[in-house]
């Protein structure tokens, strides 16, 4: 599958199909954009782990789904429950290798592109090479056959939950990164772990409201780029919304996360953008 290029790029963005377009309304705002044709499937929040075999085998079942259905398959986010650095995929467990073969599988079929979450930001190059995907953009303008979308993951919308932007901050920060990396590997998932148990603590203090994406956010982003549609997952609250910007109908598209391990969750889906517009598919619905 070909993916054609928008506007004029620069050679390193073109190689990969994203390209700077102006903001439509604000000139000074550019946003890559990434043209896509045929039926673009969406998922976000699958947070696989060890841990979680359930989920893996429909993860894994959907790749292949996608691969006979799709032209193009995008992962904004949470793909992984942690990602601790591409050095990973030199010698992966079992489980990691199943979920990278199927990934390679898909990605040898149709394009795909991975995005940051706030869980395995830290995907890089290598593990893209190793499946055959590409890296998104943190924020993209999609060029869908049923119309242009903007695609993040969403955590960055949750500007009210201010001690997560600034944990955001710090572990976004270069040099950070770089002095995370440089410690061994079993170090790197400890610290992981020791994250993952303290975000759980924190949310307990925290109001759900806060958690979850602020519409102020949401509208200037829009506007910002002269945008009618985002879609986004982090929140673990699928939905559709609709409100006015401007004058302007607007739609907020929010991904589902998967959880098939919990005891009674079923929790999973996907988003299709195609020519007839946007729908959201439930994992228990789509036997
Ligand atoms: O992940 P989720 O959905 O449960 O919760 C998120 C926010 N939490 C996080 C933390 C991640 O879950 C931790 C896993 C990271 C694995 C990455 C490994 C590689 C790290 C390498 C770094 C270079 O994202 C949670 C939000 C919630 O979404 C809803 O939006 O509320 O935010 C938090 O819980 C963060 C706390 O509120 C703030 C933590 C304070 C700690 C500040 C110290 C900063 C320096 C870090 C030093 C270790
Ligand atoms: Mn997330």
Redesign the pocket.
């Given at each position: 599958m070909t993916v054609p290029l928008a506007g004029s790029p620069g050679a390193a963005a073109s190689a990969a199909g994203v390209t700077h377009d102006a903001g439509l309304h604000d000139p000074a705002q550019t946003l890559p954009t990434l043209r896509l044709d045929g039926a673009i499937w969406l998922a976000s929040?699958l947070h696989l782990s060890a841990g979680m075999p359930a989920t893996r085998e429909a993860f894994l079942a959907f790749l292949e789904l996608a691969a006979d259905n799709a032209t193009a398959l995008l992962l904004p986010g949470?793909l992984f429950?942690?990602?601790?650095?591409d050095d990973v995929v030199d010698a992966p467990p079992p489980w990691l290798a199943d979920v990278l073969d199927g990934l390679a599988r898909c990605g040898k079929r149709i394009a795909l592109w991975i995005g940051h979450?706030?869980?395995?930001?830290?995907m890089g190059e290598k593990l893209a090479r190793r499946i055959g995907a590409q890296l998104l953009p943190e924020i993209v303008r999609i060029q869908a056959p049923g119309g242009a979308f903007l695609l993040c993951h969403?955590?960055e919308l949750?500007t009210e939950?201010v001690?997560?932007q600034?944990?955001?901050k710090?572990?976004?920060?270069a040099a950070?990164?770089a002095?995370?990396?440089a410690r061994p590997l079993a170090e790197?998932e400890a610290?992981?772990d020791?994250?993952?148990r303290?975000?759980?603590?924190?949310?307990q203090g925290?109001a759900p409201e806060?958690?979850?994406v602020s519409q102020s956010a949401v509208e200037a982003l829009l506007q910002r780029h002269g945008a009618t549609r985002l879609i986004h997952g982090?929140?673990?609250r699928p939905d559709r919304h609709v409100f006015m910007v401007a004058g302007r109908r607007c739609e907020r598209w929010v991904l589902p996360d998967w959880d098939l391990d919990t005891r009674g969750a079923t929790r999973g889906g996907w988003l299709i953008a195609d020519e007839d517009g946007l729908a959201l598919n439930d994992i228990e619905l789509a036997d």
């Open positions: 929040d949470d429950d942690a990602w601790v650095g979450g706030n869980r395995d930001f830290l969403g955590d949750c939950d001690a997560y600034d944990f955001r710090q572990v976004r920060d950070w990164q002095a995370f990396l790197r610290i992981a020791g994250m993952r303290d975000s759980q603590q924190e949310q925290k806060i958690m979850d982090h929140t673990h």
